[in-house]
């Protein structure tokens, strides 16, 4: 079993810019794929982006892609997610999630552990 612990939200301008962070514990975390996932007020869960810890491959959904940014710290065991330049329909709870199997998907059913989830309003 894979602990999560999220970090990093807040209030943000749109244009501007939030890094996320996701720290795991447990065992066996080299072979996991961490996701993060949001969800705004009266939508559905959406993923977001993915990196595999086998071998940092990585996936974007197509409403981040070229503005989100999804890395890892191995030593700190802490997957980021730098978010720049920020939207309002970014607005949402953020989560990180972790995969067993270790590849990079965004289908929320593959991922068997959550964190508890970070805000993060995009607002003038």
């Known amino acids: 079993q894979v602990q999560l612990v999220e970090s990093g939200g807040g209030l943000v301008q749109p244009g501007g810019s939030l890094r996320l962070s996701c720290a795991a514990s447990?065992?066996?975390?080299?072979?996991?794929?961490i996701g993060w996932f949001r969800q705004a007020p009266g939508k559905e869960r959406e993923g977001v982006s993915c990196i595999s810890l086998r071998d940092d491959t990585t996936y974007y959904a197509d409403s981040v892609k070229g503005r989100f940014t999804i890395s890892r710290d191995q030593a700190k065991n802490t997957v980021y997610l730098e978010m720049k330049p920020l939207k309002p329909e970014d607005t949402g709870v953020y989560y990180c999630?972790?995969?067993?199997?270790?590849?990079?998907?965004?289908?929320?059913?593959?991922?068997?552990?959550w964190g508890q989830g970070t805000q993060v309003p995009v607002s003038s």
């Open positions: 447990g065992s066996f975390l080299e072979y996991y794929a």
């Open positions: 999630a972790a995969d067993p199997t270790g590849i990079v998907s965004l289908k929320a059913s593959n991922f068997g552990s």
